[in-house]
């Protein structure tokens, strides 16, 4: 590969690691996000203190992308590199082994690298000091806690000469533990990072996450909000939340009853029948992973149910104690009928979906060699686990709460079982997904239990992701910066979720979608005549009716994109008015994922007739949208109401557009065309202003 990146020896050592396990395309993007990283940076004619965010997405490679930004930062002359890898020792450890195994520090003999991990004192700020004047690249892996950082700002201001060292520092995991979370000063980890910055005025600061929202959310003067982004690709054949959640999810998906949600301190007594499945889908797929792919081992399981670390150890009582029957069973198995009953079950459901089988015979062997090395771990504040260790068995189970929330790597993940409560924070519910990031091939073995309401949150942070990604790209592009994309164009949210922790951001403008509606039609000739136009042209005066209950009314069905051209855009009306801002409504419909799917045109009418309405002069036809039926004798179907119509009922994420045949009860001679659109119950979070 020909590229400035490579132009170093760190760079080409790392690009030849890379050139062992990954594509030629995916290698090229990350270089190419690298130069472009870089070239904000002071070694490339960027000022000194700049903040950048690298944008990927959960369990995509970030690491990779860190290493390949360290490496290419050490040939441009970066002799320092500050990493914060973490808010505990678990991650720290995790992460700082990572990099040195993908640099290679710890087993070369050119004496280029060296790693100071959570400096302190003097003597160390002297040997840093020395290093740096030897021509050495000084690796700082640090702990991101509020009194490791004020340490390492300590001894980077004892380095002589610090003011003109090209320093990097890198922030993995940037929304969580980085922010200030005070509204009235400054939080401690907050504090501490801002000190850093001011010791090293020759760095540049770069953001990692794959759940920006709080960053890109922040006001435009804080210390961390990034003053450019830089959008990371995943490799060939990552699998995130759109393969899980949304195109693959009939293969994917299964549901835990609402009653098996775990309460927030309630003890379980025994294993949710739902958690009993899971293990027979995992310890089944197991069995056949690592027969038909020998190499996928180590193969896990992931168990989130609660954050109290008392509910998790009688998860791990109740989970040991199964295992330990089955292994007993197994071991005694002559057939497949003597295996356990939730194990034969789930290898029948997993081979519909799509899961390579095995004969009978070998099916009972590997389940017996799964079930006989399955290591159980708990992960969380009060265990005595410093890290799992995936090396010295095949196969894990892995039961925590928030210790897994965010950053940890779960080492082929294939089965999660999550039935803790979902979380109205976009970023905390996003970052508990961790299962995403593995091959393609191995989906058939992946099953992701949760309950229904779990599952539709995780469906629509999908659509916001993409979204986030897709509007913030087309703003930069355009001229513009992250914070007037966080003013003018914002986030589009699922109903009741917010974006990050409410101590984080602040001055957030919420603007629900539901009903807009044209109350206040023009009534000039022309407008009329445009109006009644636009629905002759789509067919919708001849379209048949459609069966509503009481009410029959004519429909035709248009794609998004049609009604955004055909209806929305040459429609006659005010760009602002009462219910109806015609900005808000076009961006609404322009950010639907789907821009092909079907969406009903109602002509709203009774019996053919043209609707009697009130009219106010400035607020325009009062009670446009006929209510619902009071209780009907006779038993004859009522009608719901129009604001329900269209499979608003079932559904409240239902696009439904309604053309209101009305006249004003003053001048029932003038009949005017009003539109309404509902807009499904999704919100736009913009970053509001200080009045």
């Known amino acids: 590969m020909n590229h400035d990146a490579l132009a170093g020896p760190e760079a080409l050592r790392f690009d030849e690691h890379l050139g062992a396990r990954m594509d030629d395309g995916s290698r090229v993007r990350i270089w190419k996000s690298v130069i472009d990283i870089l070239e904000r940076g002071p070694q490339r004619g960027g000022v000194g203190g700049q903040t950048g965010l690298a944008l990927g997405y959960v369990q995509s490679g970030k690491t990779t992308s860190i290493t390949a930004l360290i490496a290419a930062a050490a040939d441009q002359g970066y002799q320092i590199i500050v990493a914060l890898l973490g808010g505990t020792n678990l991650l720290l450890d995790q992460n700082k082994d990572r990099l040195e195994a993908a640099l290679g520090t710890q087993s070369r ?273 009060t265990s005595a686990l410093n890290k799992v260790a995936w090396n010295v068995t095949p196969v894990h189970i892995l039961i925590g709460g928030n210790k897994l929330d965010r950053g940890f790597t779960v080492e082929g993940l294939t089965v999660t079982y999550m039935n803790r409560p979902p979380s109205a924070q976009v970023d905390t519910l996003e970052q508990r997904a961790r299962a995403f990031g593995y091959r393609r091939d191995q989906l058939p073995y992946c099953q992701f239990f949760a309950t229904k309401r779990t599952i539709r949150s995780l469906r629509d942070i999908v659509f916001t992701e993409y979204d986030l990604r897709a509007r913030l790209q087309d703003h930069v592009d355009a001229g513009g910066t992250v914070h007037s994309w966080a003013r003018d164009v914002g986030l589009m949210l699922p109903d009741g979720m917010k974006p990050t922790r409410d101590a984080v951001v602040s001055q957030l403008d919420y603007v629900g979608m539901g009903w807009s509606a044209v109350r206040l039609p023009r009534t000039t000739p022309a407008s009329i005549a445009t109006n009644q136009s636009i629905a002759e042209a789509i067919g919708l005066f001849v379209a048949p009716p459609t069966d509503y209950g009481r009410l029959s009314l004519r429909t035709v069905h248009l794609t998004v994109a049609d009604v955004i051209e055909r209806i929305v855009t040459p429609w006659s009306a005010d760009d602002y008015g009462p219910s109806w801002r015609l900005r808000d409504v076009t961006d609404a419909l322009e950010r639907h994922h789907d821009q092909m799917q079907e969406v009903p045109v109602i002509l709203m009418e009774d019996d053919g007739q043209a609707r009697r309405r009130k009219w106010d002069v400035e607020t325009g036809f009062v009670n446009l949208f006929q209510g619902r039926d009071v209780v009907r004798g006779g038993g004859g179907p009522s009608y719901p109401g129009d604001r329900v119509i269209g499979g608003i009922a079932d559904d409240p994420g239902t696009l439904v557009v309604q053309i209101h045949r009305v006249v004003r009860r003053d001048d029932p001679a003038t009949e005017l065309l009003a539109l309404a659109v509902h807009l499904g119950n999704r919100k736009i979070v913009r970053k509001g202003t200080f009045a």
Request: glycine content about 6%; hydrophobic content about 40%; overall charge negative.
């Open 109 to 381: 003999k050119d004496y280029r690298w060296v790693t100071e991990t959570n400096p302190s004192g003097v003597a160390t700020a002297k040997r840093i000091g020395d290093r740096v004047d030897n021509g050495r690249a000084v690796l700082i892996p640090v702990l991101k806690h509020a009194g490791r950082l004020t340490a390492l700002a300590a001894v980077l201001d004892g380095v002589p000469g610090i003011e003109q060292v090209p320093v990097l520092i890198i922030d993995d995991e940037a929304d969580q533990a980085s922010l200030n979370t005070s509204s009235t000063t400054e939080s401690k980890t907050y504090e501490a990072i801002r000190i850093l910055r001011t010791r090293v005025p020759k760095h540049l600061y770069v953001q990692y996450t794959a759940t920006p929202y709080a960053p890109l959310m922040l006001d435009a003067d804080d210390l961390l909000s990034p003053d450019f982004v830089e959008f990371l690709e995943p490799g060939n054949g990552y699998t995130g939340g759109r393969e899980f959640f949304v195109e693959f999810a009939d293969q994917v998906i299964r549901d835990v009853p609402l009653l098996d949600e775990q309460p927030a301190k309630t003890l379980p007594l025994e294993l949710p029948r739902s958690l009993t499945a899971a293990l027979g889908s995992f310890i089944a797929g197991a069995a056949m992973l690592v027969e038909n792919q020998p190499d996928a081992a180590p193969v896990s399981m992931l168990i989130h149910s609660t954050q109290r670390n008392d509910v998790q150890e009688r998860y791990r009582f109740l989970v040991e104690r199964e295992l330990r029957k089955w292994r007993s069973v197994a071991d005694k198995a002559a057939s497949l009928a003597d295996l356990p009953e939730a194990v034969q079950k789930e290898r029948g459901i997993l081979t519909e979906r799509g899961a390579p089988d095995l004969d009978d015979n070998a099916f009972v062997d590997k389940v017996r060699w799964v079930l006989r090395e399955t290591s159980l771990w708990l992960v969380n504040s």
